[in-house]
């Protein structure tokens, strides 16, 4: 089993539409949780990071942690062109990030 | 503030040759870490430096691969001699302190694209 589970996508959402985003884990034990985003071609960008059970909202994404069911998401309301791209979520082991295998978004016009 | 920075952007060479792959880490980051990402798979954990010292070298695949961080500034990265399968993307990214309870940031340099002949 892989410490970060993804579905890989792509992920088709129409523009203004929302796109959901799953990310598990296997460590009972993680306190923090990080979603970036990664263009093609350029460096991983963190844009969510979330550590208590919930709802965080930073502009248009929200993160949703549920740490008993060792699960994240990451939600993104009105959907853009410019928010295609990969969504990579990544769990903090002793100093070092597990990534999950990323899930592509494609927002279509 | 300048970001992390890598290189080369590209490298192609040829099995059993070698390749030094550089990064420079925002100024005054303590920590740096050195990813792979290698086709169609996740981005792997090589190695931690804190400053000058190798904190966490428990990704690094073989004796092929040499990272240095001397003087705790850039780093370097060998592989030699390389192979077909280390071909991929490695990325460098440095942070301010330790991520021990996630209240750091890892900021990305945009990666060495490696292709092995």
């Known amino acids: 089993q892989k410490e970060v589970e993804q579905n890989s996508g792509p992920l088709s959402v129409p523009e203004g539409a929302i796109a959901s985003l799953n990310c598990t884990y296997s460590d009972r034990g993680s306190q923090s949780f990080f979603w970036y985003r990664q263009y093609s071609g350029k460096s991983p960008e963190l844009i969510m990071s979330?550590?208590?059970?919930g709802d965080k909202e930073d502009g248009r994404f929200t993160a949703q942690l549920n740490k008993a069911s060792q699960y994240v998401s990451l939600l993104i309301r009105d959907s853009q062109p410019s928010d295609s791209a990969t969504y990579l979520c990544?769990?903090?082991?002793?100093?070092?990030?597990?990534f999950g295998a990323g899930t592509q978004v494609v927002v279509t016009p | 503030e300048a970001g992390v920075t890598q290189f080369p952007s590209h490298s192609v060479i040829e099995k059993g040759q070698t390749v030094t792959l550089r990064c420079d880490p925002i100024?005054?980051?303590?920590?740096l870490y050195w990813y792979r990402r290698v086709m169609g798979k996740e981005i792997k954990f090589l190695l931690h430096?804190?400053?000058?010292?190798?904190?966490?070298e428990s990704g690094m695949p073989n004796n092929r691969f040499l990272a240095e961080r001397t003087g705790g500034t850039y780093s370097t990265l060998k592989v030699q001699p390389a192979e077909l399968e280390d071909s991929g993307v490695y990325f460098c990214?440095?942070?301010?302190?330790?991520?021990?309870?996630?209240?750091?940031?890892?900021?990305f340099g945009p990666g060495t694209r490696l292709t092995v002949l």
């Open positions: 990544a769990v903090p082991s002793w100093g070092k990030l597990q």
């Open positions: 430096f804190v400053k000058e010292s190798k904190q966490d």
């Open positions: 100024s005054g980051h303590d920590n």
């Open positions: 979330i550590y208590s059970n």
């Open positions: 990214a440095s942070s301010q302190d330790r991520l021990l309870l996630g209240t750091d940031t890892q900021y």
